[in-house]
Nanobody, 113 residues
Framework: VQLQAFGGGLVQAGGSLRLSCVAS????????MAWYRQAPGKQRELVAL???????NYADSAKGRFTISRDNAKNTVYLQMNSLKPEDTGVYYC????????WGQGTQVTVSS
């Protein structure tokens, strides 16, 4: 299973970005799909998760600003990020369970103040 993430970049505070992550390869089914963030000098942390049934879970820092969604026909997970803050800066990694856990290569998000 390969995961390829798109959509990172440089944005000013208050702006928006949409991340996408496409899963390809051989797998029977994809269960949970998630986005993690690793800020400089910090551990990787969960930002948002969506189950196979569509239930979502967000880190407190993401609630009300970020929306995770998935398109099962395209094996793709999205993260819509609005009202971005400088503290959202980091490398964003997608993660899927199919059923083993797989990680994407990461996409850099930089929010300037």
């Amino acid at each position: 299973v390969q995961l390829q993430a798109f959509g990172g970049g440089l944005v000013q505070a208050g702006g928006s970005l949409r991340l996408s992550c496409v899963a390809s390869g051989r797998f029977s089914c994809i269960n949970n799909m998630a986005w993690y963030r690793q800020a400089p000098g910090k551990q990787r942390e969960l930002v948002a998760l969506i189950t196979g049934g569509g239930t979502t879970n967000y880190a407190d820092s993401a609630k009300g600003r970020f929306t995770i969604s998935r398109d099962n026909a395209k094996n793709t997970v999205y993260l819509q990020m609005n009202s971005l803050k400088p503290e959202d800066t980091g490398v964003y990694y997608c993660n899927v369970r199919a059923p083993s856990a797989y990680w994407g290569q990461g996409t850099q998000v930089t929010v300037s103040s």
